[in-house]
């Protein structure tokens, strides 16, 4: 995991910023592997670790609620779930009065965008309102922005550290707009106002967590990270691929009776909501999404 001070590395200049710590340090310093594993820690434990609590929105697969449970050293998290209603989208006057509901003054709030696993995309005025709730009560955001480049009209896209950089941890990586899956190499741009003091310290909880990246994954980061047209008409059109697929089958799912799907902004997903077939499936003793997914998978033809 890179991490640099957001006063030096906007959202705009990170993959220039990788590009040249990777070229200047064989073994990296200031960097880590990532591995979003059950089995290893990465940067969210060592966010996790600084704050009282720390909540985020559902659906969201963001986390692993019974890893992590184990693993912020009983720190409590919170879910606040979202409504079909608004979209699935976290509203305001909601994450207000939750943040009201909590006793600490200290919180840190999770939030994807685009979003897995709705495909949403949050709009710059919709940050903004969410922005105004958290400078209120003092919230800082950890904002998982590894799936910004596939934002299916990428104009819309605004991160969040854009417009709250004195509040936000920004995260991205190689795995998703890159298709890198398995290059565990992830970025994190810091608060602005964080200085030294906030630098240091997240050094001091890194050196005890990390290893430094795999020399290979440093030099294809360098060629993936660097600006180029070949890269950018790549991104346009694995952005086009995944709007087309995203949207065609959303809408064949919305054809079936009984099943809302929402439809994709951006990433490589949709959400399914099955609420209006659950008593039928509870009376075929299908009580959970893996039980469903294998009855699929075993009666791909039959009615379930």
Same mark, same amino acid.
């Given at each position: 995991?890179?991490?640099?001070?957001?006063?030096?590395?906007?959202?705009?200049?990170?993959?220039?910023?990788?590009?040249?710590?990777?070229?200047?340090?064989?073994?990296?310093?200031?960097?880590?592997?990532?591995?979003?594993?059950?089995?290893?820690?990465?940067?969210?434990?060592? !966010? *996790? /670790? $600084? =704050? +009282? @609590? !720390? *909540? /985020? $929105? =559902? +659906? @969201? !697969? *963001?986390?692993? =609620?019974?890893?992590?449970?184990?693993?912020?050293?009983?720190?409590?998290w919170y879910v606040l779930p979202l409504s079909p209603e608004n979209d699935c989208r976290l509203q305001p006057?909601?994450?207000?009065?939750?943040?009201?509901?909590?006793?600490?003054?200290?919180?840190?709030?999770?939030?994807?965008?685009?979003?897995?696993?709705?495909?949403?995309?949050?709009?710059?005025?919709?940050?903004?309102?969410?922005?105004?709730?958290?400078?209120?009560?003092?919230?800082?955001?950890?904002?998982?922005?590894?799936?910004?480049?596939?934002?299916?009209?990428?104009?819309?896209?605004?991160?969040?550290?854009?417009?709250?950089?004195?509040?936000?941890?920004?995260?991205?990586?190689?795995?998703?707009?890159?298709?890198?899956?398995?290059?565990?190499?992830?970025?994190?741009?810091?608060?602005?106002?964080?200085?030294?003091?906030?630098?240091?310290?997240?050094?001091?909880?890194?050196?005890?967590?990390?290893?430094?990246?795999?020399?290979?994954?440093?030099?294809?980061?360098?060629?993936?990270?660097?600006?180029?047209?070949?890269?950018?008409?790549?991104?346009?059109?694995?952005?086009?691929?995944?709007?087309?697929?995203?949207?065609?089958?959303?809408?064949?799912?919305?054809?079936?009776?009984?099943?809302?799907?929402?439809?994709?902004?951006?990433?490589?997903?949709?959400?399914?909501?099955?609420?209006?077939?659950a008593e039928g499936f509870r009376q075929k003793g299908l009580k959970t999404s893996n039980q469903l997914g294998?009855?699929?998978?075993?009666?791909?033809?039959?009615?379930?």
């Amino acid at each position: 995991m890179l991490y640099f001070d957001a006063i030096k590395c906007k959202s705009k200049s990170i993959p220039l910023q990788v590009v040249r710590v990777l070229k200047n340090n064989r073994r990296l310093s200031r960097a880590a592997a990532l591995n979003k594993t059950k089995k290893e820690p990465n940067i969210y434990f060592s !966010l *996790f /670790c $600084s =704050f +009282p @609590d !720390l *909540f /985020c $929105s =559902f +659906p @969201d !697969l *963001f986390l692993d =609620f019974t890893f992590f449970s184990h693993t912020t050293l009983d720190k409590p998290w919170y879910v606040l779930p979202l409504s079909p209603e608004n979209d699935c989208r976290l509203q305001p006057e909601d994450l207000d009065t939750f943040l009201r509901s909590l006793p600490q003054k200290q919180h840190l709030l999770i939030l994807n965008n685009p979003n897995n696993p709705t495909g949403h995309l949050y709009t710059q005025k919709e940050l903004e309102a969410l922005i105004q709730v958290c400078r209120r009560h003092g919230t800082l955001v950890l904002a998982d922005e590894i799936y910004a480049l596939t934002t299916y009209s990428i104009k819309e896209f605004t991160s969040i550290g854009s417009l709250y950089p004195e509040g936000t941890f920004v995260t991205g990586g190689l795995s998703k707009d890159r298709s890198a899956g398995g290059y565990r190499l992830g970025v994190c741009i810091l608060p602005s106002t964080g200085g030294n003091a906030l630098t240091q310290a997240f050094e001091k909880m890194a050196a005890t967590l990390y290893t430094s990246i795999p020399t290979p994954i440093q030099r294809a980061a360098v060629s993936v990270y660097s600006e180029s047209e070949e890269m950018e008409a790549y991104f346009q059109i694995t952005r086009e691929i995944h709007r087309i697929m995203g949207r065609i089958i959303s809408t064949s799912c919305n054809k079936i009776p009984g099943l809302k799907a929402t439809l994709p902004q951006g990433g490589f997903y949709f959400f399914l909501d099955f609420q209006a077939l659950a008593e039928g499936f509870r009376q075929k003793g299908l009580k959970t999404s893996n039980q469903l997914g294998l009855e699929l998978l075993d009666h791909p033809h039959k009615k379930v």
